[in-house]
């Protein structure tokens, strides 16, 4: 059994409520389900303690004995596909009095019941390396040998293309869309650097141009030229967000604020985008 923690905050409170996120797997589903309601609650609210790859409800029970006394307001968000471990987890949670949600259980039911089938009840069954697998991993390799220009020759192959000045969001952006399963390159749009020939040979539908504000630019680049004047940058920054919006309005490509929306929200925006081309 592996153990984790996790919380919103720099550090819990003391009258923190603490999340169990029990699983026979990974647990990373559940645990993004429980974070994102801890999301909703102030800095240190929530602790959570993920519990991952447990093979037996001792391993939950044994835990929850030792660290009885560390936990007061507690409850267990658990995604056990073994049914009868996931029984005998809940039995033991009901025993100790502890609140406890089953998050896939009944989604397994209910998609038996539609699919007709019998469940597999495997326990990594989801983890194994089939097609979808594969191609997550050629995606992230394909970002690595793409990131910032290199390889442009390879420009075709590319799902999605991403342009814009330093400090526009676009390699947070790849990495995002390529732990998805798509193949991201990304291109700088600074002045002087002059962009490849090879993009005039992909749809412009499948290229997107960042922006982002101008304190947020400057930001960036004080940080990489601490010695510079803080003017000149904001000159400079100004002169290339011209600069990038002309060749932007060049290739003809959408173009979003990466400021106004986190990393999910655009690579969101953009999937939807290209998966109705």
Same mark, same amino acid.
């Given at each position: 059994?592996?153990?984790?923690?996790?919380?919103?905050?720099?550090?819990?409170? %003391?009258?923190?409520?603490?999340?169990?996120?029990?699983? %026979?797997?990974?647990?990373?589903?559940?645990?993004?389900?429980? !974070?994102?309601?801890?999301? @909703?609650?102030?800095?240190?609210?929530?602790?959570?303690?993920?519990?991952?790859?447990?093979?037996?409800?001792?391993?939950?029970?044994?835990?929850?004995?030792?660290?009885?006394?560390?936990?007061?307001?507690?409850?267990?968000?658990?995604?056990?596909?073994?049914?009868?471990? +996931?029984? @005998?987890? +809940?039995?033991?949670?009901?025993?100790?009095?502890?609140?406890?949600? %089953?998050?896939?259980?009944?989604?397994? @039911?209910?998609?038996?019941?539609?699919?007709?089938?019998?469940?597999?009840?495997?326990?990594?069954?989801?983890?194994?390396?089939?097609?979808?697998?594969?191609?997550?991993?050629?995606?992230?390799?394909?970002?690595?040998?793409?990131?910032?220009?290199?390889?442009?020759?390879?420009?075709?192959?590319? %799902?999605?293309?991403?342009?814009?000045?330093?400090?526009?969001?676009?390699?947070?952006?790849?990495?995002?869309?390529?732990? $998805?399963?798509?193949?991201?390159?990304? $291109?700088?749009?600074?002045?002087?650097?002059?962009?490849?020939?090879?993009?005039?040979?992909?749809?412009?539908?499948?290229?997107?141009? $960042?922006?982002?504000? $101008?304190?947020? !630019?400057?930001?960036?680049?004080?940080?990489?030229?601490?010695?510079?004047?803080?003017?000149?940058?904001?000159?400079?920054?100004?002169?290339?967000?011209?600069?990038?919006?002309?060749?932007?309005?060049?290739?003809?490509?959408?173009?979003?604020?990466?400021?106004?929306?986190?990393?999910?929200?655009?690579?969101?925006?953009?999937?939807?985008?290209?998966?109705?081309?």
């Amino acid at each position: 059994m592996n153990v984790t923690f996790d919380q919103f905050g720099d550090e819990a409170r %003391d009258d923190a409520a603490v999340v169990f996120v029990v699983s %026979d797997s990974l647990g990373e589903s559940a645990n993004n389900v429980v !974070l994102s309601a801890a999301a @909703q609650f102030s800095d240190g609210a929530v602790r959570v303690v993920r519990l991952s790859q447990i093979e037996s409800a001792e391993d939950v029970s044994n835990y929850l004995d030792e660290h009885e006394d560390e936990y007061v307001s507690t409850a267990v968000f658990h995604s056990i596909v073994d049914p009868m471990l +996931r029984r @005998q987890v +809940r039995n033991d949670l009901n025993a100790r009095g502890i609140l406890s949600v %089953d998050i896939l259980g009944p989604v397994v @039911q209910l998609l038996a019941g539609l699919t007709e089938e019998k469940p597999k009840n495997q326990a990594r069954a989801h983890h194994t390396v089939d097609a979808r697998y594969k191609r997550r991993v050629d995606a992230m390799e394909f970002f690595f040998n793409h990131d910032d220009g290199k390889n442009f020759q390879d420009l075709p192959e590319a %799902d999605v293309i991403l342009v814009g000045l330093t400090g526009s969001a676009k390699t947070p952006l790849a990495m995002h869309l390529s732990f $998805l399963g798509y193949k991201v390159a990304n $291109l700088p749009l600074d002045p002087g650097v002059d962009l490849p020939e090879e993009l005039s040979q992909v749809d412009h539908k499948r290229v997107f141009g $960042l922006v982002n504000s $101008l304190d947020a !630019l400057v930001e960036v680049r004080l940080r990489s030229a601490a010695d510079k004047d803080a003017n000149e940058v904001m000159a400079e920054v100004e002169d290339a967000q011209v600069y990038a919006a002309k060749r932007m309005d060049d290739l003809g490509c959408v173009c979003l604020n990466a400021e106004q929306k986190t990393v999910e929200e655009l690579g969101a925006d953009i999937i939807a985008r290209i998966e109705s081309i």
